[in-house]
């Protein structure tokens, strides 16, 4: 009886090691980083072609130069500057429209292979991709439960933007739209697999 006692004893401890159990880590591990893709308008403060401003247009047109000679745009062109380093635009020849004193320059900027795949269409305009979304700290998350033949358990977190090494700069100048302290709070289920914790969403294919 001893025996058998000791035995049972035994797996009981395997099982509670083993199954369905979760901790932090594996919670960290199972929530995939995730990209993040703003909408991002270039700073124009003269007049431009409106519909040329907003990053993630094929072609881009800034003014350069007035027909008095002054030079316009200068926060827009540092933006691109850090575009075109990044190999997401092509600076190209400058566009010129009109002629002698009353001839206004242009920058001029095309959309590269690379750039198209930074960028994700929406019916509102193209959002730029500038990093991914990490797990800054698990809040909690539920007791793994069975649930319609499998076990869950539902996250909470907080997640922080890891931007890109190109993307900081270009973050830095609309700080409205970035806060590098700023964390979201948001919600995940996990479903246990034979791989171990996944994130329900990658199961559906997102």
Not at 2 to 24: E, R
Not at 25 to 46: T, Y
Not at 102 to 112: E, G, K, V
Not at 125 to 136: D, H, R, S
Request: hydrophobic share 35%; with cysteine; aromatic share 6%.
């Amino acid at each position: 009886m001893k025996k058998l006692m000791t035995m049972s004893a035994i797996a009981f401890l395997l099982a509670a090691c083993g199954g369905d159990t979760l901790s932090k880590s594996q919670v960290q591990k199972a929530i995939k980083q995730q990209p993040v893709c703003l909408p991002f308008n270039l700073n124009v403060k003269d007049n431009n072609p409106g519909d040329m401003t907003q990053i993630g247009q094929p072609d881009i047109l800034l003014l350069k130069r007035l027909p008095n000679g002054k030079r316009a745009n200068l926060e827009a062109a540092e933006q691109m500057d850090i575009l075109v380093n990044a190999g997401i635009y092509r600076q190209e020849k400058n566009v010129l429209v009109g002629e002698g004193e009353d001839t206004i320059r242009f920058l001029a900027y095309s959309l590269t292979d690379k750039g198209r795949e930074t960028f994700v269409p929406t019916p509102n305009g193209n959002l730029l991709c500038v990093g991914n979304e990490a797990v800054e700290r698990v809040n909690f998350f539920t007791e793994p439960t069975p649930a319609n033949g499998i076990t869950i358990s539902q996250v909470s977190y907080e997640a922080k933007l890891v931007p890109e090494r190109w993307a900081k700069k270009l973050l830095k100048s609309q700080p409205n739209i970035f806060d590098p302290k700023h964390t979201i709070t948001k919600h995940a289920t996990l479903v246990k697999t034979n791989d171990g914790w996944r994130d329900i969403k990658d199961l559906r294919g997102r």
